[in-house]
């Protein structure tokens, strides 16, 4: 994020969020990496008691309807607390878009505006078992009877399967239709929602991560989300937010560790910062995150601003999630690299920001499924689109008709 086009309000708006980050014990996050917490409630609590957790919801429901360039001023500060406690505080504002945009006046007053001020939080519920990326091929499943569905199946990897009040839960209602197969539920944990297993995670620990498992759960009619099998309709607004991967401060805060440290590590009589092997992969680091800051600064403009269709606001955001969490990665490598054996330690948080960082290619649609839809997107635009430009393919030596000749497709 470039600081320059801060305006004032977003300096303000700065300084809560960094005085917050600040609050952070440093034992919650060690407690946290080594498990020794399950789930960090009370990082919650604080945050929504001042008012930053989901910015972007209308202040009607306690948000401050904010933008999403307001809330990158936040993530960019949050970021530097590491992966997990940027993840629990990401997910309310992912949440809080559906229910804000889907959720009915009375599950808005029971949910969403709890959720916003810090009293309750609540997971997401896509992956399951059998597969994440294809999401369209879940099979957990709701049968309507009476005035209740009644969910069976399971999700796996669900971010505060320990810890979470409420879930988002997509189940399949019309079997065997594709896209329109999927309703989403609001479920509470204490409707019978069951914790399997916490897994032995690489990084990104202390967030609860867990499988839940829905046996017979019966959740009443109110509680379904939007409209029956038009879960896909709140799935494409969730992946938005989910995806908006554009918070580089973390990375920032990696790489002036190492480039501090460059600065005074001798090795042959000289720091090392004098050797272009560690100048030039700092140079490259900071080139990349200012590329990805420029890229989210615009991608929240074109978002906010509701420019383009929806499929190319699709592309850039996954353009976004990719090339900032490519980034992310190849700056906690190259930090560590610069700090030679002692980044492989825990003497600093480099080793953590590795196992973190790898998660972030993984998580939220992996990068492969990013380049699916980027791919997508683009062909459907410049093959939708007669151009007026310049013919730039008729530059060539050969004439129209020469060159025609010569253009072999098959
Ligand atoms: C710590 C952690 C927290 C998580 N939190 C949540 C959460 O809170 N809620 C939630 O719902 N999920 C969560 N996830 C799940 C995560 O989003 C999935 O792991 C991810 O979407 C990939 O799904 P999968 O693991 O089933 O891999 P698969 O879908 O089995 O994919 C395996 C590999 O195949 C590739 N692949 C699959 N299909 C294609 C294709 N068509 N083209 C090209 N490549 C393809 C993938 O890119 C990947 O490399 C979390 C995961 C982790 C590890």
Redesign the pocket.
């Known amino acids: 994020m470039f600081e320059v086009f801060f305006t004032k309000e977003q300096r303000s708006l700065q300084r809560e969020a960094q005085d917050l980050v600040k609050w952070v014990p440093r034992q919650l996050i060690l407690d946290m990496d080594d498990e020794k917490i399950t789930f960090p409630k009370e990082w919650i609590e604080e945050s929504g008691k001042r008012n930053l957790l989901a910015v972007r919801v209308p202040k009607q429901y306690g948000g401050r309807g904010l933008k999403w360039v307001d809330e990158f001023v936040i993530m960019n500060e949050v970021t530097k607390l590491g992966v997990p406690l940027a993840c629990v505080f990401g997910i309310t504002s992912l949440v809080s878009e559906v229910l804000s945009t889907f959720g009915t006046e009375a599950q808005n007053e029971k949910y969403l505006r709890p959720l916003v001020a810090g009293k309750v939080w609540a997971?997401?519920?896509?992956?399951e078992p059998r597969?994440?990326?294809?999401f369209f091929g879940a099979t957990t499943n709701a049968r309507k009877e009476g005035r209740n569905y009644v969910l069976s199946g399971q999700?796996r990897?669900?971010?505060g399967a320990e810890g979470a009040d409420f879930f988002i839960v997509y189940a399949v209602t019309n079997p065997g239709a594709g896209r329109d197969s999927l309703s989403t539920f609001i479920v509470e944990r204490d409707m019978g929602v069951e914790v399997k297993h916490v897994y032995g995670?690489m990084g990104?620990r202390g967030t609860g991560?867990g499988r839940i498992i829905f046996r017979e759960v019966r959740v009443p009619e109110e509680n379904l989300l939007g409209k029956e099998n038009e879960g896909a309709k709140i799935f494409y607004k969730m992946m938005v937010p989910e995806r908006m991967a554009g918070a580089v401060g973390g990375s920032r805060a990696i790489l002036e560790i190492a480039a501090r440290y460059a600065n005074r590590r001798k090795a042959f009589g000289q720091t090392i910062r004098n050797y272009e092997a560690v100048s030039f992969r700092i140079a490259e680091c900071v080139t990349k995150l200012d590329a990805v800051s420029a890229l989210a600064y615009a991608v929240a403009r074109t978002i906010d601003e509701g420019v383009g269709t929806a499929g190319y606001q699709r592309r850039l955001v996954s353009e976004l999630k990719k090339l900032a969490t490519q980034t992310q990665w190849e700056v906690a490598n190259e930090a560590m690299q610069i700090l030679g054996g002692i980044g492989y330690t825990r003497v600093f948080p480099i080793e953590r920001a590795v196992r973190e960082t790898r998660?972030l290619q993984?998580?939220?649609?992996?990068n492969?499924?990013q380049n699916?839809i980027i791919q997508h997107e683009y062909y459907k635009e410049i093959l939708a689109q007669v151009s007026e430009d310049r013919n730039i393919e008729a530059d060539v030596t050969l004439t129209e008709e020469e060159a025609e000749e010569e253009k072999v497709y098959e």
């Open positions: 997971g997401e519920a896509l992956t597969g994440g990326s294809d999700k990897f669900i971010v995670l990104s991560t998660l993984i998580w939220t649609g992996t492969d499924i699916l």
